[in-house]
T-cell receptor, first 117, second 109 residues
Framework: GAVVSQHPSRVICKSGTSVKIECRSL??????MFWYRQFPKQSLMLMATSNEGSKATYEQGVEKDKFLINHASLTLSTLTVTSAHPEDSSFYIC???FGTGDSYEQYFGPGTRLTVT | GQNIDQPTEMTATEGAIVQINCTYQ??????LFWYQQHAGEAPTFLSYNVLDGLEEKGRFSSFLSRSKGYSYLLLKELQMKDSASYLCAVMDSNYQLIWGAGTKLIIKP
């Protein structure tokens, strides 16, 4: 299957600082990238959808000024958590998708565990 | 509203067979996915169904009935490494995935 990487895998930061998470599709061009957040024992929550070269579409309740998404190329998307607070501590997962025929399978990155102290 | 239902937790014995059910109500349907997620890791793709019927892939099979809004994931010859959460997700009319909360599968020796 296709490979999606995320960096960093783990990050600990102090409250008030900003953290950038990178998501790369390594062997395919992703038409769309997604950013999810997962709290323990809960389903994945979609934060935003981004297409290369256009602004991200944020889900209701997600602050676009706090979670900045840049989809600069067909293989790279970044999520920046600005002015992080302890409640932002979570597992952030990106996924990338390319549409081929009837399948719109998403490939997931390994996730980034963010801890804000 | 959109809704995906699956059991919270299931327990099975090594070597046995287990069936994890998923029912859904979504605005539109463009396929149903099953993912496996081990604790602390991102989900990995298991199967995709868009037409009714059974798709078999090794020890794992997935079934879909669109008229009933129902799917199941069948795991055969269970191994200890199959202990994980299994997520059902439906792609809606906007081609976005609607996720179930996942079923935690516990395999006992």
């Amino acid at each position: 299957g296709a490979v999606v990487s995320q960096h960093p895998s783990r990050v600990i930061c102090k409250s008030g600082t900003s953290v950038k998470i990178e998501c790369r599709s390594l062997d395919f061009q992703a038409t769309t990238m997604f950013w999810y957040r997962q709290f323990p024992k809960q389903s994945l929550m979609l934060m935003a959808t981004s297409n290369e070269g256009s602004k991200a579409t944020y889900e209701q309740g997600v602050e676009k000024d706090k979670f900045l998404i840049n989809h600069a190329s067909l293989t790279l998307s970044t999520l920046t958590v600005t002015s992080a607070h302890p409640e932002d501590s979570s597992f952030y997962i990106c996924s990338a998708r390319f549409g081929t025929g009837d399948s719109y399978e998403q490939y997931f990155g390994p996730g980034t565990r963010l801890t804000v102290t | 509203g959109q809704n995906i239902d699956q059991p919270t937790e299931m327990t099975a014995t090594e070597g046995a067979i287990v069936q994890i059910n998923c029912t859904y109500q979504t605005s539109g349907f463009n396929g149903l996915f099953w993912y496996q997620q081990h604790a602390g890791e991102a989900p990995t793709f298991l199967s995709y169904n868009v037409l009714d019927g059974l798709e078999e892939k090794g020890r794992f099979s997935s079934f879909l009935s669109r008229s009933k809004g129902y799917s199941y994931l069948l795991l055969k010859e269970l191994q200890m490494k199959d202990s994980a959460s299994y997520l059902c997700a439906v792609m809606d009319s906007n081609y976005q995935l609607i996720w179930g909360a996942g079923t935690k599968l516990i395999i006992k020796p």
